[in-house]
């Protein structure tokens, strides 16, 4: 299904949604991005996250790696929202090592069953 068809024209809570980074609202949307060479980003000076809407490269389960990226984007706000907008060795070009934040967007998942497991989250 489209999301433009999802709905008939409303958007859907996950199409608009609005989350607290350390206290910091911050907007997420989809958005289509057709042939641009990224899967999402976060503007840390609107506080808008974007992930891609339309699965232009034919991505297999699409949805999965729409999350994939909504993970990857909530690290980059928390970085900035900690004051570490541009601290790392590219930040000239993007502003935070991206080999970090990928790892802490896929393993978070992994990382938080075993604090679960062990009861330390708090």
């Known amino acids: 299904m489209r999301w433009k068809e999802f709905g ?44 891609r809407a339309d699965n232009y490269n034919n991505v297999g389960d699409f949805k999965r790696m729409q999350n994939k990226q909504l993970r990857h984007e909530i690290i980059h706000a928390f970085l900035a929202e900690s004051g570490l907008q541009c601290n790392f060795e590219h930040s000239t070009m993007w502003g935070h090592e991206e080999t970090m934040v990928d790892w802490v967007a896929i393993q978070f998942p992994k990382l938080l069953a075993v604090y679960k497991e062990l009861n330390i989250l708090e």
């Open 8 to 51: 008939k024209g409303k958007e859907d809570s996950i199409m608009k949604k609005r989350i607290l980074i350390l206290g910091t609202l911050y907007k997420i949307k989809y958005k289509n991005l057709k042939d641009a060479d990224y899967d999402g980003y976060c503007d840390y000076t609107s506080k808008t996250i974007i992930i």
